[in-house]
């Protein structure tokens, strides 16, 4: 390990916990309009409540146990500091893995994965890298305007050749899908394979930035008319958290440093939006305390600004990729073959948005889980987990708290799209040239989107020759299974 890293351990001081609660105790807080609920912002008994869980109930201590359980490090590249969990395998053949977080989280969101990557009981094990965004948590203090996701990867890359990887893979939700893919296009020669996710509201979202898109729309067909209310959603009731964070970020940053009721008011409220599912208030609670006690609700701010007055989209992507798609309908295949090029000033405006990243052009060889693929692939998709299907293998191992999961497969060459490497919320995965009968399964919990199990084959070309094992995306609603766990297959990084 390079002698510029240095460990690391989380040690919040007392006084900075009795201080948290002081301020709690003694919270001024605003009266709220009757009935007005959540059109208006989270409601006053929804923030009562929790506020007083986090001061009474909430043990940061037992949180700050669990973080420090794992190995944890600093370094500086590029004038920022920057903090990170790298938790080794034991078991020979691990593959490494860096995961990003995104916006509104945290390395914390990815405590639950980290043992099924490092310890499976069974298929392959990683060795997995978890960086705090630059701004986020302990990457703080932010050192220098510029942060952008281009110079993120760029600092991903040099983290990953000072802890002397020579082969990896990467995974990524939300900006940290962003981020990914352009690791993926920057260092191909030493990226095995690259995973981001979406889901359909967030196809919506882009949508919105996309000049021309509604105008493409028929609000007489019914699918249309689903994709532009989403937009006309999004536009006038679901960004304005984005809005002042790309423009002012200084000026609410005072609030989020200064107010603990701020700081977790933006994020639960976040969290409720876009999660459909019961939420682990503990977990949550322990992001809003890294953003709190390390002061970095500003400094996120300021990388969401950078990003919004950026153009630097880095280099397409060449490497396997895999792609899913979370709780998918027709309004995603609709967007995707609708969707114009993004050139000029305002695509670079849609690249902040920590809810959306742009989709692939979706295969057309792709069928639903229970068919078969074109001529591309021999082998048939399996539409069950158990159902491995001939060369499909199924590892498994269990997690906690997983609620929900979705399951598809299907074929396809190889996705490359010049202007593509920002995609989806979390998950892993890698693809090769012919991406070939794979299924998913993921569950999404705690408002982020994680891989949870997944069969990998291998695909058959027309050609005879073989492919290793790859993940695809499909559009279609996949059928429903819980709580199993699983890492997927890599191509060998000799």
Not at 13 to 23: G, K, N, T, V
Not at 54 to 80: K, M, S
Not at 221 to 231: A, G, H, N, T
Request: hydrophobic content about 35%; overall charge neutral.
């Amino acid at each position: 390990m390079s002698a510029g890293i240095q460990p690391f351990r989380i040690e919040i001081p007392r006084a900075d916990l009795d201080y948290l609660h002081a301020r709690l105790t003694n919270a001024r807080w605003p009266d709220e309009l009757p009935g007005v609920g959540w059109t208006r912002g989270i409601p006053l008994g929804y923030l009562t409540e929790l506020a007083g869980y986090w001061r009474t109930q909430y043990d940061w201590r037992e949180w700050e146990a669990r973080l420090n359980a794992y190995p944890q490090f600093i370094t500086e590249i590029d004038g920022q500091r920057i903090h990170f969990l790298h938790v080794r395998s034991d078991q020979p053949g691990a593959k490494p893995l860096l995961i990003t977080h995104g916006f509104p989280s945290s390395v914390a969101e990815f405590l639950h994965l980290i043992e099924p990557l490092v310890n499976p009981a069974a298929g392959p094990a990683f060795h997995v890298i978890a960086p705090s965004l630059p701004g986020y948590a302990f990457s703080t203090p932010l050192g220098a305007t510029g942060w952008a996701m281009g110079r993120t990867a760029r600092a991903w890359v040099e983290l990953m050749h000072r802890l002397g990887y020579e082969r990896y893979g990467v995974h990524g939700g939300d900006i940290g899908g962003g981020v990914s893919g352009m690791v993926a296009g920057l260092d191909g020669e030493h990226v095995i394979g690259l995973h981001v996710v979406t889901d359909p509201l967030t196809a919506a979202n882009v949508a919105t930035f996309i000049p021309g898109m509604a105008d493409q729309l028929d609000k007489n067909d019914p699918v249309d008319k689903l994709i532009l209310d989403r937009m006309d959603a999004f536009t006038k009731d679901g960004s304005g958290y984005l809005a002042i964070q790309n423009s002012r970020p200084q000026t609410i940053g005072y609030g989020l440093v200064d107010s603990p009721l701020l700081q977790l008011a933006w994020i639960a409220e976040k969290v409720h939006d876009w999660t459909d599912l019961p939420v682990d208030r503990d977990q949550l609670l322990t992001t809003v305390s890294l953003y709190w006690f390390s002061g970095s609700g500003a400094t996120a701010a300021h990388t969401l600004y950078e990003q919004a007055h950026s153009s630097d989209w880095g280099a397409p992507p060449a490497v396997p990729q895999g792609f899913a798609v979370f709780g998918a309908d027709e309004t995603v295949r609709k967007l995707s073959a609708h969707r114009p090029a993004r050139t000029g000033p305002s695509s670079r405006a849609a690249s902040t948005s920590p809810r959306w990243r742009p989709r692939p052009s979706w295969p057309r060889t792709c069928r639903r889980s229970s068919g078969r693929c074109s001529d591309r692939c021999a082998q048939p998709a399996s539409s069950q987990l158990g159902d491995t299907g001939g060369q499909h293998q199924l590892e498994r191992a269990r997690v906690e708290r997983s609620t929900r999961s979705n399951t598809w497969a299907g074929c396809s060459p190889r996705h490359r799209s010049a202007r593509d490497p920002h995609m989806g919320r979390s998950a892993l995965a890698a693809a090769n040239h012919c991406v070939g009968v794979a299924a998913f399964q993921v569950t999404r919990t705690h408002g982020s989107f994680h891989l949870l199990a997944s069969t990998s084959a291998r695909c058959t070309p027309s050609s005879a020759s073989t492919r290793a094992a790859s993940i695809s995306s499909l559009p279609d609603p996949p059928p429903r299974y819980a709580d199993h766990a699983t890492s997927t297959k890599f191509p060998s990084s000799s």
